[in-house]
């Protein structure tokens, strides 16, 4: 698999429920955040989580990272229908690159 | 909350018509980044900037694109001769540090006809 890549690629779930995504990546990392972008628009930062940290909240939103796996989850507690969006992992590399590489996606719908 | 702003929201271009990008990022962060999204596919790195010049650029970054920033608070994507393929979604994001969370606008909707 390619840098960060997300699975599932696409999950449907009832308002109320939680909602995890995984990410998966290949090379030692900086840090790994998670994005969101509803159909056609911007991409707005969730969360950042270093590569010294294992759990980070923000909200309803928890995420993991597995440094010895090479993954991170990120979970979504009590969904809304607002929270219907892709979610998408970027991962800083460790080698000096200054760019984030995105994976391609968890495309989460939520039924109300 | 401050925000990365880009402009124009859309844009439709005739093949081989040069385009600017424009994107004011916030005020304080010092590191700027192009990136596009082709409809339905993966958000891609273009380029990276830093104290007045590019740190890092992608393979897709050839020399028909170019970056600048004109003034302290601007900064531009130019692609020279437009393609088809060109056709993209083009974010503009800026962090105050380089492995720090990076603010993405809202993008530029490029249409190449």
């Known amino acids: 698999s390619q840098q960060g890549e997300e699975d599932p690629q696409a999950l449907s779930i009832q308002e109320g429920e939680n909602a995890t995504m995984n990410c998966s990546y290949k090379t030692s990392i900086n840090n790994l955040q998670w994005y969101r972008q509803n159909s056609g628009r911007g991409l707005v930062h969730l969360i950042l989580?270093?590569?010294?940290?294992r759990e980070k909240h923000s909200g309803r939103l928890r995420v993991t990272l597995d440094t010895s796996k090479k993954s991170s989850s990120l979970l979504i507690t009590a969904s809304r229908a607002a929270d219907t969006a892709s979610y998408f992992c970027a991962t800083d590399m460790d080698t000096g690159r200054r760019a984030l590489t995105f994976g391609s996606g968890t495309r989460l719908q939520v039924q109300p | 909350e401050p925000e990365v702003t880009q402009t124009p929201s859309h844009q439709v271009t005739q093949m081989g018509q040069e385009v600017i990008l424009r994107c004011v990022p916030i005020?304080?962060?010092?590191?700027f980044y192009w990136y596009r999204q082709i409809l339905g596919q993966k958000v891609e790195f273009l380029v990276s900037?830093?104290?007045?010049?590019?740190?890092?650029k992608s393979e897709i970054f050839d020399d028909q694109f170019s970056v600048e920033r004109p003034d302290g608070s601007n900064f531009t994507l130019k692609i020279r001769s437009t393609k088809l393929e060109d056709s993209a979604m083009y974010f503009c994001a800026s962090s105050d540090r380089g492995w720090t969370e990076a603010f993405f606008g809202q993008g530029t909707r490029l249409t190449v006809v």
């Open positions: 900037f830093y104290n007045n010049e590019i740190s890092e």
């Open positions: 005020s304080n962060h010092l590191y």
């Open positions: 989580i270093r590569s010294n940290e």
